[in-house]
DNA sequence: AAAAGCCCCTGGATGC
DNA sequence: TGCATCCAGGGGCTTT
């Protein structure tokens, strides 16, 4: 579920409510993907400094050392004035002096990763390789289309894999293609500049309008209160096999790439 | 170095 | 109703 824009709709919904929150207790659930690298106790006692974004990540800055949180494919994250009690999918809760920030998530592909420092071998294997924040001013076209020009590989799978531009995940793969007209099949050197122009301008569309909206909420995402976000409501082409385009009526396909599915318009987006 | 495949895990939808 | 199969938004790791 949660790519760039669910994951920053989250990092908004906490950095406020818990900026200068005092942590008092931690619980494991079962498993996550990685193990937290630390005994929960000691996290107790640490303030938490500020609550930031690198790419699909939240990066949690306390007083000493930081968090590092992904939500896979099924995480959320919820803050709540008291703890519940925890749920078959709770698997982790921070509880502060600003309430209990609870990690839902079935599928267990989330994990909450403890680093001394962001510059760490432990963060550093996690967030060493991550490209380019596609809403920061350091992506820029030009050099965009220089990254694509040195891929052969499918341009929607180099935008999955996140080492030239972060956050854009299956569903705003799809959209960002469709808004620039381009077959995510077609191979990335084979992109011309002002088509590359065009998709970088379309990713940040899409990013920046999912956000605005509080993200998609299909299955699992909620908001750190619970409340729903309306992006699914609004594709263009994602989950839409068999259905008319809506800027021009041809029948929307589905294919598989790279093990995921790839939805997209034949007509609009004819290579 | 780059690209392609393989998994981790669970739940919901679909089909027989 | 019950059971099997397929599918799902991620991404690190291994193999080619």
Not at 138 to 154: D, E, I, K, M, V
Not at 241 to 267: A, D, K, L, N
Request: proline residues 7%; aromatic residues 6%.
């Amino acid at each position: 579920m949660p790519e760039l824009p669910e994951v920053e709709v989250t990092r908004l919904g906490l950095v406020g409510p818990l900026q200068g929150a005092r942590i008092e207790a931690a619980y494991l659930g079962k498993p996550l993907r990685w193990p937290l690298q630390c005994l929960p106790q000691s996290l107790v006692g640490r303030t938490i400094l500020d609550v930031r974004r690198r790419g699909k990540y939240l990066l949690m800055d306390l007083s000493e050392g930081l968090l590092l949180w992904h939500l896979g494919m099924s995480g959320s994250l919820r803050l709540w004035p008291t703890r519940p009690d925890p749920g078959l999918h709770d698997h982790f809760d921070l509880m502060t002096t600003h309430g209990c920030l609870r990690l839902n998530d079935p599928r267990r592909f989330g994990a909450v990763v403890y680093a001394p420092a962001e510059s760490s071998p432990q963060a550093q294997q996690l967030l060493g390789h991550l490209g380019l924040e596609p809403l920061q001013s350091a992506f820029q076209p030009q050099g965009f289309h220089q990254a694509l020009r040195q891929r052969r590989t499918a341009i929607k799978q180099l935008l999955l894999a996140g080492d030239v531009v972060v956050g854009v995940g299956n569903i705003y793969a799809c959209e960002a293609l469709f808004l620039a007209g381009i077959r995510p099949t077609l191979s990335a050197q084979r992109i011309s500049r002002p088509r590359a122009a065009a998709l970088h301008a379309a990713i940040q569309q899409v990013l920046s309008r999912a956000i605005a909206i509080g993200g998609s909420s299909l299955r699992d995402f909620t908001g750190t209160e619970g409340q729903s976000g309306y992006f699914q409501l609004e594709t263009k082409v994602y989950d839409r096999e068999g259905q008319p385009c809506r800027e021009c009526g041809t029948t929307i396909r589905r294919r598989v790439q790279g093990q995921r599915s790839t939805f997209y318009c034949p007509q609009c987006q004819r290579n």
